[in-house]
C-alpha cells in the first residue's frame, strides 16, 4: 500500500535520459501506427504527456525494463489509448466549423447530414457553457443555411471517411 509523501520532500523535474528515452519509445510507438490513423496534432501532444507521466513513473519505480530491451508495445494497445483520447477532446469540444454533421434533433423533417457553418457558445444563466450551431447544406458551390440554434445535443459528428463523400 502506497501513501502520500510529505510536502518535505521535493519533486524532480525530468532528467535530460529520462526525456530522451521517453522521446523515443514515444516515436517508436508512433511509428508502428498507420500513417492513415491521422491523429491530430493536439491528440499527439496530450498523448505525449501522459505518455511522458507514465514513462518517469516507469523508470523511477523500475518498471520500464521490458521497453528498454525493445520490446514495443502492441500497435492495437496504443491506437486504442489514442483513439480513445481523440474521442473524448472530440466529445468535449462537440463538432467544429465545417465539420460535417449528423442532425437528429427535435424537427424531424429536417434529420439528415449538414455542415457546420456556425458557432456560438455563451455562458447560461447557471454558468454553464451553451453551444449553439448553424447548419448548412452546400449547393451550388455555396453554404445555405438549414438550421439555426441547434443543440449540441441533437447533433453527432461524422467520422472522416463520411467528409470525403
Not at 511509428?31 to 514513462?55: I, M, N, S, T
Not at 449528423?102 to 444563466?125: M, P
Request: hydrophobic share 40%.
Amino acid at each position: 500500500m502506497t501513501r502520500i509523501e510529505s510536502s518535505a520532500r521535493r519533486a524532480v523535474p525530468a532528467s535530460e535520459s529520462e526525456r530522451e528515452q521517453m522521446e523515443t519509445a514515444f516515436r517508436a510507438e508512433l511509428k508502428q501506427l498507420a500513417e492513415e490513423a491521422g491523429f491530430p496534432y493536439c491528440v499527439r501532444q496530450v498523448a505525449r504527456a501522459l505518455f511522458e507521466v507514465g514513462w518517469i513513473a516507469g523508470v523511477r519505480s523500475g518498471h520500464t525494463g521490458v521497453a528498454l530491451t525493445d520490446v514495443p508495445l502492441p500497435p492495437h494497445t496504443f491506437r486504442t489509448a489514442l483513439s480513445r483520447l481523440a474521442a473524448a477532446m472530440n466529445a468535449e469540444d462537440g463538432p467544429g466549423l465545417g465539420q460535417l454533421v449528423s442532425y437528429h434533433g427535435s424537427q424531424e423533417r429536417a434529420h439528415g447530414r449538414y455542415w457546420v457553418t456556425r458557432v456560438d457558445r455563451q455562458l447560461g444563466f447557471k454558468g454553464r457553457e451553451s453551444v449553439l450551431y448553424r447548419l448548412s447544406e452546400y449547393r451550388d458551390g455555396e453554404f445555405v443555411t438549414a438550421l439555426s440554434g441547434v443543440h449540441s445535443w441533437s447533433v453527432t459528428a461524422l467520422p472522416q471517411h463520411w467528409q470525403r463523400a
